[in-house]
């Protein structure tokens, strides 16, 4: 029988709640497992090489990392190792999330399924890389010069990775942004004429969010984020023809 006559996919079959809990449970203690051992294995081995790449990458060797408080060096680190293992086990996690729910998906909604996941981890990377490579350099640099004649430079670690994991994040959280806007479009939520005679409106509202979202003094950050959303944004609008 079709899926259209047995109301459901054909891989689907009846289940307890308790067996869906335990697979759940099996599926999530797998995923710890994971995360805890890469948490470990990075923060032992590798926390204090990846701190002095970023230091370097982000600032200068010149420039001494200063700790003013008696864990703060170790809660870097910590937190470092927590952000990789995340990294690290991303893509197990989804894995484990599909097989979960694959046994209740049509086949229509496991193709949208390796459609939205690989484009939202695709424009996660880019969000991280242009923070990492193009605003985090010209935020640091900028603050550092501009004060270097009235001060000496002594940076916190603690609130320096504060700011990179701030804007790291702000960058990777507002480049999912067109793929949510595919998909409000795709359910019906927002209408396409709408979007399309609503530009000025919509950049504006970019700007608004994005300053919300990555906070930054310079402005930098906020200009290249609202930027690359402005084409994201006409890139989404010209693939959301070929949908509605």
Known sequence: MDEKRTGGPLTDREMPITEHLDEFRNRLVVILIALGAAILIIFAFYSEAILVMVWDDLLSPDIDMVVYEPLELILARLKLSVICGLAFILPLGVYEAFMFMAPGLYPHERKFFLLVVPSSLLLLVVG?????????????????????????????????????????????????????????????????????????????????????????????????????????????????????
């Open 128 to 244: 991280v890389s242009l923070g990492y490579f193009v605003a985090l350099p010209a935020i640091l640099k900028y603050t550092i010069l501009y004060g270097e004649e009235l001060a000496v430079t002594a940076l916190s670690i603690k609130k320096t990775f504060s700011i990179v994991t701030t804007v790291l994040v702000g960058f990777g959280v507002s480049l999912q942004f067109p793929l949510v806007l595919l998909l409000a479009i795709k359910m019906g939520l927002i209408e396409y004429e709408t979007l399309k005679k609503k530009r000025l409106w919509v950049y504006g509202g970019l700007l608004a969010a994005t300053m919300l979202v990555t906070p930054d003094p310079t402005g930098i950050s906020q200009l290249l984020v609202v930027g690359v959303l402005v084409v994201l944004y006409e890139v989404s609008m010209i693939i959301a023809k070929f949908i509605v």
